[in-house]
């Protein structure tokens, strides 16, 4: 029992134990988390697309092979398409919430009714002198 005592296990007094301190590599999973998070897919897209292009490069093997040919350009195909699908979403998405965001501060600056309403009669005044 002594030895318990003495342990470096203690608990804090409300019965909570303190949080284990935080290495450098749990920071660092931590932020690749956080990173991974924010990512689109067309990112990771991106990073496949010159393994898939090497990949391919192995087509030129197979000319003898007509089948096998055919089937490598088609999985190309597909995957280009894929990307091609997948840009075309990130387009209408970036243009919508071009949109939205465009009308949001048209709302915030000049769609407020006092603002209108105090420009107006400010330029009212200068057109008057």
């Known amino acids: 029992m002594a030895d318990d005592e003495q342990s ?3 608990s804090a ?5 303190p949080p284990a301190a935080m290495t450098f590599w749990g920071h660092f999973r931590r932020a690749l988390r956080e990173a991974n998070r924010r990512r689109p897919r067309s990112f990771y897209f991106l990073l496949a697309v010159p393994l898939v292009l090497l990949g391919g490069v192995h087509m030129i093997q197979y000319r003898d092979q007509p089948l096998r040919f055919a089937l490598i350009l088609a999985l190309l195909f597909v995957f280009f398409g894929v990307i091609l699908i997948q840009a075309i979403i990130d387009l209408f998405e970036i243009s919508r919430r071009h949109y939205v ?5 048209f709302v915030e600056t000049l769609g407020e009714q006092d603002f209108i309403h105090e420009l107006g009669k400010r330029v009212k005044d200068k057109t008057d002198q």
Request: hydrophobic fraction near 0%; proline fraction near 15%.
């Open 13 to 17: 007094p409300g019965g909570d134990s």
């Open 8 to 10: 470096p296990k203690r």
């Open 101 to 105: 965001e465009r009308k949001q501060s």
